[in-house]
């Protein structure tokens, strides 16, 4: 099934569960990750430990460059309350962690359900449900006044880690977070394709052949039709001609 790794969340080390951020299905996202978008599974029943009754909570996620220092990596202040930084104040999460996103605990009681997703009509809707695209929003990075939480799109050919954090919302305090994600690199850029030394010596060695063989075969016409019409030529100047007298 698609939702056995909800089932892994009962290993505990202190306050954060073992669990980390996994990339969608391969069945389910496909052509993931992209150029500048990673899909993650949302962290269904990861936090259920952690929640309590009649209490609001909010996931957050944070999206991390590989080459950013371990030292740099934590997420929350002195106080345990989770950082606001933006991709800008990071660079783009090369300095530390930048807030992209967040969004409600989903229910781990109503899992999506496999066969909605054969569903044309209920596809769409199961998808938003189970995955959370990274770097999904291209608006928020051009505009220079724009000081919100933004999820802009990730760098080509880039190594990230990703992190869940879960939030109390009337306390303002993190209770929960998931260790980082292993690594996860976003796709190439495809250069433009190069031809083989080999190949194009080959369809240069071919393109002067068939010059040359063409050029022989118009002199050979040429010479055809010169023998051609030299006897008649000959013959009429040979012939006699004839007297007025």
């Given at each position: 099934?698609?939702w056995d790794?909800?089932?892994?969340?009962?290993?505990?080390?202190?306050?954060?569960?073992?669990?980390?951020?996994?990339?969608?299905d391969a069945?389910?996202?496909?052509?993931?990750?992209?150029l500048?978008?990673?899909?993650?599974e949302?962290?269904f029943?990861?936090?259920?430990?952690?929640?309590y009754?009649?209490?609001?909570?909010?996931i957050?996620?944070?999206?991390?460059?590989?080459?950013?220092?371990?030292?740099s990596?934590?997420?929350t202040?002195?106080?345990?309350?989770?950082?606001?930084?933006?991709f800008?104040q990071?660079?783009?999460?090369?300095l530390?962690?930048?807030?992209?996103?967040?969004?409600?605990v989903?229910d781990c009681?109503?899992?999506?359900?496999?066969?909605d997703?054969?569903?044309?009509?209920?596809?769409?809707?199961v998808?938003?449900?189970?995955?959370?695209?990274v770097g999904?929003?291209g608006t928020?990075?051009?505009?220079?006044?724009?000081?919100?939480?933004?999820n802009?799109?990730l760098?080509?050919?880039t190594?990230?880690r990703?992190?869940?954090?879960?939030v109390?919302n009337?306390?303002?305090?993190?209770?929960?977070?998931t260790l980082w994600?292993?690594?996860?690199?976003?796709?190439?850029?495809k250069?433009?394709?190069?031809?083989?030394?080999?190949?194009?010596?080959?369809?240069?060695l071919?393109?002067?052949?068939?010059?040359v063989?063409?050029a022989?075969?118009?002199s050979?016409?040429?010479?055809?039709?010169?023998?051609g019409?030299s006897p008649t030529?000959?013959q009429?100047e040979?012939?006699p001609?004839?007297?007025?007298?």
């Amino acid at each position: 099934s698609f939702w056995d790794w909800s089932l892994q969340g009962s290993g505990m080390c202190g306050c954060c569960v073992v669990l980390k951020p996994q990339l969608g299905d391969a069945q389910l996202a496909t052509n993931n990750p992209t150029l500048t978008t990673v899909s993650l599974e949302k962290p269904f029943c990861m936090f259920d430990s952690s929640l309590y009754p009649n209490r609001s909570y909010t996931i957050y996620l944070y999206v991390m460059k590989e080459s950013a220092s371990a030292m740099s990596s934590l997420v929350t202040d002195d106080s345990n309350k989770p950082l606001g930084s933006t991709f800008q104040q990071t660079s783009r999460g090369q300095l530390r962690p930048y807030n992209a996103a967040f969004f409600d605990v989903p229910d781990c009681a109503v899992p999506p359900r496999l066969a909605d997703v054969r569903s044309f009509v209920h596809a769409s809707y199961v998808l938003k449900q189970y995955l959370f695209r990274v770097g999904d929003d291209g608006t928020c990075l051009y505009d220079p006044n724009f000081l919100g939480v933004c999820n802009p799109p990730l760098a080509p050919d880039t190594t990230y880690r990703f992190k869940y954090v879960l939030v109390d919302n009337s306390e303002g305090m993190v209770k929960d977070q998931t260790l980082w994600s292993d690594p996860i690199k976003t796709r190439r850029a495809k250069l433009p394709m190069k031809i083989d030394t080999c190949v194009l010596v080959f369809l240069l060695l071919t393109g002067f052949l068939a010059s040359v063989f063409f050029a022989v075969m118009r002199s050979e016409d040429a010479s055809a039709e010169t023998k051609g019409t030299s006897p008649t030529v000959q013959q009429s100047e040979s012939r006699p001609q004839l007297s007025s007298e």
